[in-house]
């Protein structure tokens, strides 16, 4: 049962405008959420079974759309602004989001997170991939080879599919989204307005 009063992250990391979430949730949480959860699904799996491609390279006119709109926002946010396009869909998308389970179970999620998609988005190093997650792992103080141990058991897997059973449940769509009780915020650009809601219920 998630409460009405409690923020729950559902994230995956392969979403393209997750970037923008990944270098400002921390702060945003840390600023201004006493309750969250962090939930990390398949999104992809959530999609194929909606027949839904959001970004396919035969739609080339809304791609450099999302590019670009990715690039302003950045540039609204003052974070970091990429320099587009970067490697996308990710090859190895089910074990960045593994790994992201097992460091959500142990805490430090969040730095996973930040420091993934900026290697990702800003050095062109694929989420996923072993160079990326060699020097993520490495910034975050993770051994690379343990936590892929980790990363892979049964029960990590088990959540991991649990998350996104439940995501499909809770009538998530796509990521990020953010739930307060029974309602869902989707899109990095209602981050804002989960908050503010989440912040509501809890006056």
């Excluded at 079974?49 to 080339?60: Q, Y």
């Excluded at 590019?67 to 974070?79: G, N, P, S, T």
């Excluded at 690379?144 to 141990?149: A, M, Q």
């Excluded at 449940?169 to 989440?198: H, M, T």
């Amino acid at each position: 049962l998630i409460m009405s009063n409690t923020l729950v992250c559902w994230l995956s990391i392969g979403s393209t405008y997750t970037y923008l979430t990944s270098q400002r949730l921390r702060t945003a949480l840390n600023q201004q959420v006493k309750d969250f959860i962090i939930k990390p699904f398949n999104i992809r799996k959530i999609m194929i079974d909606m027949e839904n491609i959001p970004f396919p390279r035969s739609k080339s006119e809304k791609v450099e759309y999302m590019w670009k709109d990715i690039q302003r926002r950045a540039l609204k946010y003052e974070i970091l602004i990429p320099e587009t396009p970067v490697p996308y869909p990710l090859k190895n998308f089910d074990l960045s989001n593994l790994i992201g389970v097992l460091a959500a179970r142990e805490g430090w999620y969040l730095d996973y997170f930040e420091t993934t998609y900026q290697l990702w988005f800003i050095n062109h190093l694929e989420a996923g991939s072993e160079e990326n997650l060699k020097q993520t792992l490495l910034r975050v103080g993770k051994d690379f080879d343990e936590t892929l141990k980790k990363a892979n058991s049964g029960s990590v897997i088990d959540e991991y599919e649990q998350n996104t059973s439940e995501a499909k449940k809770n009538k998530i769509f796509g990521a990020p989204s953010f739930q307060v009780g029974g309602d869902i915020f989707w899109g990095d650009d209602r981050l804002e307005d989960a908050i503010e809601y989440c912040k509501f219920n809890n006056d």
